[in-house]
């Protein structure tokens, strides 16, 4: 059975396993992102491999990035919380150091797949996966296949506005991002409460709602309210077998059921809507840009 090495790389640290055709780990680690030097980072990822293959044979690498990622060229464009991955040929780098084959997919996109290969996905084809950080973001599945569109934005779902005020000329449009993310939540609470958005977490702020806070209430409430606005008009967008909500949060015991009530609302309000979404949270959590990583890898290279 064939063995890869795989890469998360995030923000803070980069995340690596050894994994085998299965989607089994033979191994885990993770060391810190190195930000601006591709050098270092470079060096600190061929270590890492280099280790592995004293250990195994290594048939591959495969890679989950932050950024637009272009898949066939090997290139990542955009930006992200590490500029030095900006430019360079990740294929030509690293199959030029390694003698390996590598692939590499934007991170949304692989945890999405993750997903797809093993989690609430796995019997789907059509499915969006929808990622409810300090931002929102995503991917959108099409016939097993991750959709990213034109210009590498498909699944940019935070990108979508929400609500349009204009007044004496003046237009102002708020994305989903905007007001309906974790960030959002802090930033409203942090406003009502006069507290700093440094002092604030989601996780506060709903411990605060379920303590009595009438503010914080108000505002979980309409951030619950304003997800379920996006996933409405995401199934009428696509209309997906199902949508797949991840980030921090969808661990929450009651996260789907506060969802369902609002989407309850909406479909009540809206009486020709007669389609009403599939809700699931994702599976996996830390292991899943990891596995969609190797998922794409394999999918990739059987083409």
Not at 15 to 26: R, W, Y
Not at 74 to 93: Q, T
Not at 238 to 265: C, H, M, N, V, W
């Amino acid at each position: 059975m064939n063995r890869y090495m795989v890469f998360d790389i995030g923000g803070s640290s980069v995340k690596h396993a050894v994994m085998d055709e299965s989607g089994d780990f033979l191994e885990k680690g993770k060391f810190p992102s190195e930000r601006n030097d591709f050098a270092k980072f470079k060096d600190d990822l061929l270590a890492v491999i280099n280790r592995a293959k004293e250990r195994y044979e290594i048939a591959g690498i495969a890679m989950s990035c932050p950024g637009g990622v272009d898949s066939e060229s090997g290139v990542i464009g955009g930006s992200s919380a590490l500029p030095c991955i900006h430019g360079p040929n990740f294929k030509k780098v690293f199959e030029g150091e390694t003698g390996l084959p590598v692939e590499l997919e934007n991170d949304a996109n692989c945890a999405a797949l993750g997903e797809l290969w093993k989690g609430a996905a796995k019997h789907s084809q059509n499915v969006l996966f929808v990622v409810v950080g300090s931002g929102i973001g995503g991917a959108v599945v099409k016939n097993r296949k991750i959709h990213k569109g034109a210009h590498l934005h498909g699944g940019e779902f935070g990108y979508m506005i929400m609500d349009i005020h204009s007044e004496n000329g003046n237009v102002e449009c708020k994305t989903w991002s905007k007001i309906g993310s974790i960030g959002a939540l802090v930033r409203r609470v942090a406003k009502e409460t006069g507290l700093s958005v440094h002092e604030l977490s989601g996780e506060k702020i709903l411990a605060m709602a379920e303590d009595g806070d009438v503010r914080a209430q108000k505002a979980v409430d309409q951030f619950y309210l304003t997800l379920a606005h996006g996933i409405f008009n995401l199934q009428y967008v696509y209309d997906p077998e199902k949508i797949i909500l991840g980030g921090a949060i969808s661990t929450r015991d009651d996260f789907i059921e506060q969802i369902e009530r609002r989407l309850a609302l909406l479909l009540s309000r809206v009486k020709f809507a007669k389609v009403r979404p599939v809700i699931e949270v994702c599976h996996f959590k830390n292991d899943a840009n990891l596995l969609g990583a190797l998922y794409h890898y394999m999918q990739q290279r059987a083409e």
